[in-house]
């Protein structure tokens, strides 16, 4: 096998991992140095490619690699942007083997979620229609932990233990209060239409954990008048209630509770704003006051709070994309398989890009409790492992000391490109 460079861009919204994945496949691809030559990032994802802006990762030094490991955001830049198919918009793939040619690149490592697997599958595809020989391996990536064929992702089991320490936090703060103020706090969380993240808030609740939690899921259809009623029947025998509501949860007629009327880059609606409508639908028809929090950047950001089994993950997806490209495989995922749940182990499989690629996987019925407001101890069983251990950051003054990378760019060599 002649030595071709390769390509790794993230994208979609960043995690607190993701960088522990980029680290997995920059080391990785350099023990193969017979067969991977030089590492290039994409700067801002796919669109790094398309425009040629490539980071030399060859130019950071070993210790910011490695430093990677430990700092969130994503690296290199990310983006949103989902290229269509072939058919529709062959310029944009005329122009990827160009830069990909010009730059002698023929590994594709795309690591994100479901809009990114379905970008990886069709630049897997053009070695076929385009005649340029290239291997796309996608690295899972998401927050919302809804991707096909591996028991979780990356990003995940960071996010469930940041919201399922803040509900408990955020719990104990409101108790103290409830018999002289606030009787209600309402935290939204990501999950557009998977509630993994919402179920995560459950946890806040155990055998020494009295705490009533309350969970909004995007599965289930709002119903209003039994939501209130639950609430109003917490607060008389807790004193107080914490709800948490995923940005994806919907009337019946399918709107969301927090429908902005815009969409992004990817064509989704925009959502935010869940959080206030439940509070004041509170405030409204019980009279009790309220606070309530957006969790937003904050959960998928906190590196200082990310999961052990979270980093190790991210960085062995990371890792095995890399052994999987040097193997001669061409679009996969590699995936993580749960052996057991107690002592919790796990390997890593492999599932093909056609089987997941645009494929959602929502919370299983038998996770959510029978009443619809809560999770089964079978979901417990789930989420647990995925929240164990700690992974704290280096801290220089008393805050993180994570990584800014020096981002060299190639020299170009093709003409500019603009881009639609």
């Given at each position: 096998m002649s030595?071709?460079?390769a390509?790794?861009?993230?994208s979609?919204?960043v995690?607190?991992?993701?960088?522990a994945?980029?680290?997995?496949?920059?080391?990785t691809a350099k023990?193969?140095?017979?067969?991977i030559?030089t590492v290039?990032?994409?700067?801002?994802?796919?669109?790094?490619?398309?425009t040629?802006?490539l980071i030399?990762t060859s130019?950071?030094s070993d210790?910011?690699?490695?430093?990677l490991?430990h700092?969130?955001?994503?690296?290199f830049?990310s983006?949103r942007?989902?290229?269509k198919?072939?058919?529709?918009?062959?310029?944009e793939?005329?122009?990827?083997i160009?830069?990909f040619?010009?730059?002698?690149?023929?590994y594709f490592f795309?690591?994100?979620?479901g809009?990114?697997?379905?970008t990886?599958?069709k630049?897997s595809?053009?070695?076929e229609?385009?005649?340029y020989?290239i291997?796309a391996?996608?690295?899972?990536k998401t927050v919302?932990?809804?991707l096909?064929v591996?028991d979780?992702?990356p990003g995940f089991?960071?996010?469930a233990?940041?919201?399922a320490?803040?509900t408990?936090?955020a719990?104990y703060?409101v108790?103290s209060?409830?018999?002289?103020?606030?009787k209600?706090?309402?935290?939204?969380?990501m999950?557009r239409?998977?509630?993994w993240?919402?179920?995560a808030?459950a946890l806040?609740a155990?055998?020494?954990?009295?705490?009533?939690?309350?969970v909004?899921f995007?599965?289930?259809?709002?119903?209003q008048?039994k939501?209130?009623?639950?609430?109003d029947?917490?607060?008389?025998?807790?004193?107080?209630?914490?709800?948490?509501v995923?940005e994806?949860?919907?009337w019946p007629?399918?709107?969301f509770l927090?429908?902005q009327?815009?969409?992004d880059?990817?064509?989704h609606?925009q959502?935010?704003?869940a959080?206030?409508?439940?509070?004041n639908?509170i405030?409204?028809a019980?009279?009790?006051?309220f606070?309530?929090?957006?969790?937003d950047?904050?959960q998928?950001?906190?590196?200082?709070l990310?999961s052990?089994?979270?980093?190790?993950?991210?960085?062995?997806l990371?890792e095995?994309?890399?052994?999987?490209?040097?193997?001669?495989?061409n679009?996969v995922?590699?995936?993580?398989?749960r052996t057991?749940?107690?002592p919790?182990?796990?390997?890593?499989g492999?599932?093909?890009?056609?089987?997941?690629?645009?494929?959602?996987?929502?919370?299983?019925?038998d996770?959510i409790?029978?009443?619809?407001?809560?999770i089964?101890?079978?979901?417990?069983?789930?989420?647990?492992p995925l929240i164990e251990?700690?992974s704290?950051?280096p801290?220089k003054n008393?805050m993180?000391?994570y990584v800014?990378?020096?981002?060299?760019?190639?020299?170009?060599k093709?003409?500019?490109?603009k881009?639609k």
């Open positions: 030595v071709k460079n390509f790794y861009a993230q979609g919204g995690t607190s991992v993701i960088n994945s980029a680290c997995g496949v920059i080391q023990k193969h140095s017979d067969k030559g290039y990032a994409g700067k801002n994802g796919i669109i790094g490619a398309l040629e802006n030399d130019k950071e210790e910011d690699i490695a430093g490991l700092t969130p955001s994503g690296a830049g983006c942007y989902k290229m198919s072939l058919e529709e918009n062959k310029v793939y005329d122009r990827l160009e830069v040619k010009a730059h002698n690149i023929g795309y690591n994100g979620g809009d990114s697997a379905d990886c599958l630049v595809q053009l070695s229609k385009m005649g020989p291997q391996i996608h690295v899972p919302d932990n809804d096909p591996t979780n992702c089991g960071s996010v233990k940041y919201i320490v803040s408990r936090e719990s703060d108790a209060m409830a018999e002289t103020s606030t209600v706090f309402v935290l939204e969380v999950g239409h998977a509630g993240i919402a179920a808030g806040a155990d055998e020494d954990n009295d705490i009533p939690v309350i909004l995007p599965e289930i259809e709002f119903n008048e939501f209130l009623a639950l609430v029947s917490k607060v008389k025998s807790h004193g107080y209630c914490s709800i948490v995923s994806g949860t919907a007629d399918g709107r927090a429908e009327g815009t969409r880059d990817f064509g609606a959502l935010g704003g959080a206030p409508v439940v509070a639908m405030k409204e019980l009279g009790y006051k606070h309530w929090a957006v969790a950047y904050l998928r950001a906190a590196r200082h990310a052990q089994s979270d980093v190790e993950q991210a960085y062995a990371g095995a994309a890399v052994e999987m490209a040097v193997a001669g495989k679009s995922m590699p995936a993580i398989i057991s749940n107690n919790y182990k796990w390997e890593i492999s599932g093909n890009l056609a089987d997941i690629a645009n494929v959602e996987k929502m919370m299983p019925m996770y409790s029978e009443d619809g407001f809560g089964t101890a079978a979901c417990r069983e789930y989420l647990l251990g700690e704290y950051p801290y008393g993180p000391n800014t990378l020096k981002k060299e760019l190639v020299e170009k093709l003409s500019e490109f881009m």
